[in-house]
């Protein structure tokens, strides 16, 4: 998979060079391109951003160098991705679509977006990570290449593939490791017993009870799938 990053902040993306990621890009299994959308200013200082027509707080971002920085990638076959708070809540299910693709472009804006109509040009599709506001799309692009990359052959290795939680619209049951007692607290005594039925059997049951405790809303949402929509 490969993902070029349009971006005014190249930088912040050094996090992704990290453990299961890290080792991703080294092995190639991802590719990770930044472009830096500052170095297609044509401006003598670089500068990228301009107050907005009709008055109001902030800047936004030229569509020119946008559009410049975009033009200056392959983009055939690609899939084109804006971060945005207007944007699609992003899931589970999308990350699998999207893990889909072989080349992805994600477009990162900043102070008060990106103007108009090099986004109408472009037509991405807009994505949001959550109802909430960030100051730049990029740690949202972060999230997105991490989750999609956990989707591509080799990222993981095989015991950890990515059989768990939302796969089956369920949370995680819990998991634990030496010592045997903690603050006197057991390590509960079908996991130490070695009968691999009754453990599975322990894990359903406790996946079941922690999101009907945590997230009930997510079991609605299941039974929803399971019944194409109908009750
Ligand atoms: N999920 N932000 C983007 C700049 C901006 C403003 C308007 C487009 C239109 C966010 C989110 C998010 C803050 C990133 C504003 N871009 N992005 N930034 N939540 O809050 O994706």
Redesign the pocket.
Known sequence: MKFDVLTLFPEMFSALSESIIGKASKTDKININLIDIRDFSKNKHKKVDDYPYGGGAGMVIRPDVVYDAYKSIDSENAKVI??????KLLNQEKVKELSKYNHLILL???????DERVIEEIEPEE???????????EL?AMVLIDTVSRYIDGVLNEESTVEESFSNGLLEYPQYTRPEIFLNREVPEVLLSGHHKNIENWRKDKMIEITKKKRPELLDLERRNLNDGCY
Do not use: N, R
Not at 82 to 87: A, D, F, K, T
Not at 108 to 114: F, T
């Open positions: 804006y971060l945005s708070p207007q944007g990162c804006g900043h102070y008060e977006g990106i994505i949001s990570i959550g109802d909430y506001v960030l100051t730049g799309g949202p």
